[in-house]
């Protein structure tokens, strides 16, 4: 009798850090590659992050080294003529569900801040939507390990 209770007590030790685990999998939280939706080159590394409810994005390195001292000369708000690398891009994100939503993303290139939709497609890909009304753009990014 109690080689079973304590087999049963091991199996949902295990069951539970598997459950553990697979929460953390699925998280949009941590580093990832930006890929551009039209050159397919990998472009910098954003790291997202929790603060209270809400989610953030930040540059954390632009992998061309040309452009690692660029500032947000086109960028409307606060942000202008701040440098790229360091610059919070993704702003406000509320979870609904799978997808998180009702914030905003900055594109340094051209200084617009669009509405933003993220969703993960799988633990290592993140589908990042900018859009304005009806006219949307994704880029998928890559997990960084």
């Known amino acids: ?19 553990i685990f697979s929460l953390n999998a699925q998280s949009i939280t941590g580093k990832w590659k ?3 939706d039209e050159t397919g080159k990998a472009k ?3 790291e997202i992050y929790k603060k209270g409810d809400k ?13 690692k001292k660029n500032k947000c000369k086109l960028c409307p708000d606060s942000r202008k003529d701040q440098p790229v690398m360091g ?3 993704i702003k406000d994100l509320e979870e609904d569900g799978d997808e998180y939503d009702e914030g905003t993303i900055l594109d340094p290139n ?7 939709k ?7 890909t993140l589908n990042v939507r900018g859009y304005i009304m009806f006219f949307f753009r994704t880029q998928e990014w890559i997990r960084v390990k």
């Open 1 to 19: 009798m109690y080689k079973f209770i304590a087999m049963k007590k091991t199996i949902l030790f295990i069951s539970l850090l598997l459950f």
């Open 34 to 36: 930006t890929i551009d």
């Open 44 to 46: 910098s590394i954003v």
């Open 55 to 67: 989610y953030f994005g930040k540059i954390v390195d632009i992998l061309d080294p040309k452009k």
């Open 87 to 89: 610059m919070e891009i």
């Open 110 to 116: 051209n200084g617009k801040i669009y509405d933003c």
């Open 118 to 124: 993220i969703w993960l497609e799988n633990e290592n």
